[in-house]
C-alpha cells in the first residue's frame, strides 16, 4: 500500500537528573533517558556533576538500554573554548548518548573526533519556535530540536507536519516563563544573572516565573481562591495522546 504510514516513533520519557542518585532514581522508576550537567557550561552549574559521576550514570543507564544526555548548553566566550573543548572531549570519551547545545562552536568543536560521537540535541536554550529554525538546525547536524516552552500544541503538530524527519523535544511538566524560551533578558538587566552564560553560577534565573506567580496570585485572589499554583502542567496527557496518534517524539523534561 503505497499510503502505509512510516513506523511511528517510540514516545521517549526524559527525566532531569540533579546528580548521579537522582539519574539512578528515574532510571529505576522508568525514564528512557536523563538529561544531567556537567560542572561547567550547563545552565544549571549549581547541579553541576564530575565526568566521572557522569560516567558511572552511563554505566548504569547502558545496562537498562536507557539513555543520559548532558548540558553543554550555555554560551561560549573565546576565552572559554579551550575548557569547552576538553569537556566534550571527556564527554565523548565517557560515552554519553547526547549533548544539549546552545552554541554553535560545539559543532565545530565536536569534528575533530570522528563520527563515533554522541548525537547533538538543539537545547531550548536556542529558542526554536518555528519551522525554518527547526529545518536550519537539523541541516547543520542536530538530530534533535528542544522546542521553546510556549509553544502550543497547534504550533508543534504544524513544526512537526513541516519537518516530520526531525526529533523534535517538547517540555509537558515544569516551570513556564512568561518570556520566550532563551531570549529573556530580564534577569540579566536586573541581577547581572543570565540564563544563557556561565557566568551565571548555576542558577537559572528566576525572575519572570516570579512575576508570574506574582500575577496568578494576584488574579485568583480577585476570583476568590485561596488555592493558588504556579502554571506548571504543561497538557501532559492531551500532549501524550496527540503524539501517539501520529508517531511524533516527545518527552518529558522538567
Not at 62 to 91: C, P, Q, S
Not at 99 to 114: F, R
Request: aromatic residues 8%; contains cysteine; glycine residues 6%.
Amino acid at each position: 500500500n503505497s499510503k502505509m504510514t512510516k513506523a511511528r516513533r517510540p514516545i521517549e520519557l526524559l527525566a532531569p537528573a540533579k546528580n548521579l542518585e537522582c539519574g539512578m532514581a528515574a532510571i529505576d522508576h522508568g525514564a528512557d533517558a536523563v538529561y544531567i550537567g556537567a560542572d561547567s557550561f550547563g545552565a544549571r552549574v549549581s547541579a553541576g556533576n564530575t565526568t566521572d559521576s557522569i560516567a558511572e550514570l552511563c554505566r548504569y543507564a547502558h545496562v537498562f538500554g536507557a539513555k543520559v544526555y548532558v548540558t553543554v548548553n550555555t554560551i561560549i566566550f573565546e576565552n572559554e573554548l579551550a575548557k569547552a573543548d576538553r569537556l566534550i572531549g571527556e564527554l565523548v570519551k565517557i560515552g554519553v548518548d547526547a549533548i544539549l547545545v546552545q552554541d554553535m562552536a560545539v559543532l565545530e568543536l565536536i569534528k575533530k573526533y570522528g563520527n563515533d560521537v554522541p548525537e547533538l540535541h538543539a537545547s531550548t536554550q536556542t529558542d526554536n519556535r518555528n519551522t525554518e529554525k527547526v529545518k536550519w538546525l537539523h541541516s547543520v547536524g542536530f538530530k534533535r530540536v528542544v522546542l521553546a516552552r510556549e509553544l502550543s500544541l497547534e504550533e508543534i503538530k504544524h513544526i512537526h507536519a513541516a519537518a516530520p524527519d526531525v526529533e523534535l523535544e517538547a517540555f509537558v511538566h515544569g516551570a513556564l516563563c512568561v518570556s520566550y524560551s532563551g531570549a529573556c533578558y530580564a534577569s540579566l538587566h536586573c541581577f547581572n544573572r543570565s540564563a544563557n552564560l556561565l557566568q551565571a553560577i548555576g542558577q537559572k534565573p528566576v525572575l519572570s516565573r516570579l512575576l508570574q506567580c506574582l500575577l496568578v496570585k494576584a488574579f485568583l485572589s480577585l476570583q476568590g481562591h485561596s488555592c493558588v499554583l504556579q502554571q506548571n502542567f504543561l497538557f501532559v496527557f492531551i500532549i501524550v495522546q496527540e503524539s501517539e496518534s501520529d508517531g511524533r517524539l516527545f518527552l518529558f523534561p522538567i
